[in-house]
């Protein structure tokens, strides 16, 4: 939970010139599986989209904030989260980067030249070299030629792809929930990877970048932010509003109402950044919220 809201706390929303793209631009798209089992009761599938929405200016750097949609199915029951503004960039290196929510430093998080150097018998380049290269072959999207980089486990969905990132295990199977990239999608092209229908990911909100009749704006609305005294809430689409949560930058809960009104008493709250968490029968959504 303090990573999501640090995330969220640490950056000013807003439009920033275009970030440097080469490999990436404001159409990519991820999309991941994994599968594990609760322990109990049965399996748990997680289908994630991971996607851009507009950009911002972090500390002279442009960056694509990112959002990260979560479609969880447990029991035939189907839960959506949506996470997010993160910052993400690449630059003129090949190399991706994002913010540390913890410390607020940029880090790196891949390098394509070492996909792009990388031979048949070097030390696996990810996976602290568990094992060696052993399969190359390329991908192409919109007619650019990928290298498909993988160790000891083989198959499409294994590896890391340059320019897109990490695909899945290279070395040797993970825990429950490593999962891997099903299809990565960019300006309209989408490269299957694994065996999962791409259809059955969510569908990103956009309410920057382009138009989307799913953006959270046109299914909850929540006002005036920032506020003073009285939150209100409009439902857009007669969800079902289950409960609402709103958490300090310390991690803790310091509202919580179930089945709320549209109207939320916020005075008693000290003057500051929160997390507003509004859960409904179909979905949960969490954004930034301001008390002055």
Known sequence: ???????????????????????????????????????VSGFILKYRTIYFDGYQNYNGQNYYRTFTKVNEVHNGITTTTLYGPFLRREDATGKFYNINPDTGLEVESFDNQIIINAQIGDAYPYDNGSCTVQQIDTKIINGTILKHVKGSLFGE???????????GNSCALGNEFSGYLNCYTKQGATLQLGPEDCSLFPTPYRTFLGTNTNALDKILTFYPNPVQKTLKITNNNNLKITSITIINYLGQIVLNENNPSDTIDVSTLASGNYLLKINTDKSNFIQKLIKN
């Open 1 to 39: 939970m303090k990573r999501l809201l640090f995330f969220l706390l640490l950056f000013n929303l807003g439009f920033a010139q275009v970030p440097y793209s080469n490999y990436w631009d404001n159409t990519s798209e991820w999309r991941h599986f994994s599968v594990g089992f609760d322990g």
């Open 157 to 167: 969905n294994y590896g890391v792809l340059e320019g897109v990132g990490f695909v």
